[in-house]
């Protein structure tokens, strides 16, 4: 399974906004936003050069791509299935990236970080209407039932998650803390997303 080895504090502070990355360590002083706020390498600290329009739009993209925990094959995968579904675009990505079965378990607080829920989707920790799935890049459906595998409910990892910093989940999701199951209600809305992207700059990247 591909993923950025990155130093992840290093991407947060190269985009210049936390990314949430880290889990608990983002909410807390250590956090490398909070205590070194300016990009990384020996020029970091230097005077800033201006900005042209193509920068602009590959921070967008290299900071979705961050986010979302994506390299850069699969994101252009999920780019071509947005431009064929109808609407814009740039919505139907964010939507596609959001309905991955990594992100929904984060979002329902059951992973304390993006690499921590795809990491627990691989080890097969959960299933999706009662079948285990191990794909983290599934794309999930409205009416989806998403629940913690029995043998796998006293996971450390999912304790200390839903004991950790409180997420509330989404509007589009259900969460039932009683019996550790989540349910898709519907496709997320732009309005109803709160990553800090602007997805038209993307769109118009890939598109020169």
């Given amino acids: 399974m591909a993923v950025n080895h990155d130093p992840r504090c290093r991407q947060c502070r190269r985009e210049g906004m936390k990314l949430f ?4 360590r983002c909410y807390s002083r250590k956090c490398a936003i909070d205590r070194r706020n300016f990009p990384p390498g020996q020029h970091g600290q230097g005077p800033q050069k201006k900005t042209t329009e193509y920068a602009t739009q590959l ?5 979705m791509k961050r986010v979302y925990r994506v390299l850069e094959k699969p994101f252009r995968n999920t780019l071509a299935e947005a431009e064929r579904r109808h609407g814009v675009t740039g919505e139907n990505l964010l939507q596609l990236l959001e309905l991955r079965f990594d992100n929904v378990v984060y979002r329902m607080n059951l992973a304390s970080s993006r690499n921590q829920a ?18 983290p890049s599934y794309i999930l459906r409205p009416g989806d039932l998403v629940e913690i595998y029995p043998k796998s409910r006293k996971l450390a990892p999912l304790m200390e998650s839903l004991r950790g910093v409180g997420r509330r989940a989404p509007e589009w999701l259900q969460f039932d803390a009683s019996t550790l ?24 990247f890939y598109s020169r």
Wanted: aromatic share 2%.
């Fill in 21 to 24: 990355l880290k889990g608990a």
């Fill in 181 to 204: 199951s989540g349910k898709v209600l519907a496709a997320p809305k732009r309005d109803q997303i709160d990553s800090p992207v602007e997805e038209q700059l993307i769109v118009e």
């Fill in 59 to 63: 921070r967008e993209k290299q900071k």
């Fill in 118 to 135: 795809r990491q627990l989707v691989s080890h097969r920790h959960f299933t999706i209407n009662g079948r285990r799935v191990n794909i």
